[in-house]
């Protein structure tokens, strides 16, 4: 099948679960280090293609979720540099396979990409477990 580069953050669930998708769908796997790979701004901005800036952000970072950094009022070259100085900001995953990059893990994407299979067509893999779990808790009174 694909080689694919695979950067992740060490120990994400998520991370973990769209590699063995991707493994059983018989590609191979080559995972990198997302918050120690050597980015620079033109390789970071060949991810995100076309995206609005705001998709390129991990919307589970502490500083997002805190507010005090907001994708949405950001340009391309501030939202880089931010991810540059701090890579935990950076959505994740990112793939590079067959000469083309990509961010987030979108299943149907994914599939017409490079082909996941069927069993995944509904599956959410880039929410974090603990936050819908959060999200999900009845609140006490």
Request: aromatic share 6%; proline share 7%.
């Amino acid at each position: 099948m694909t080689n694919v580069i695979f950067y992740e953050k060490p120990g994400c669930a998520n991370n973990t679960k769209q590699k063995r998708l991707l493994e059983d769908a018989g590609h191979s796997l080559s995972v990198r280090n997302l918050l120690t790979e050597p980015w620079t701004s033109e390789r970071l901005l060949g991810f995100f293609g076309d995206k609005p800036v705001a998709e390129w952000f991990n919307k589970a970072a502490p500083r997002v979720k805190s507010g005090e950094v907001n994708p949405q009022g950001l340009d391309a070259g501030a939202a880089i540099a931010l991810m540059l100085a701090e890579p935990l900001l950076i959505r994740r995953p990112l793939m590079e396979a067959d000469g083309a990059r990509s961010v987030g893990f979108d299943p149907a994407h994914v599939d017409a990409w490079i082909g996941l299979g069927p069993k995944t067509a509904d599956a959410d893999l880039e929410t974090c477990r603990r936050e819908a779990a959060k999200a999900k808790a009845p609140a006490l009174d």
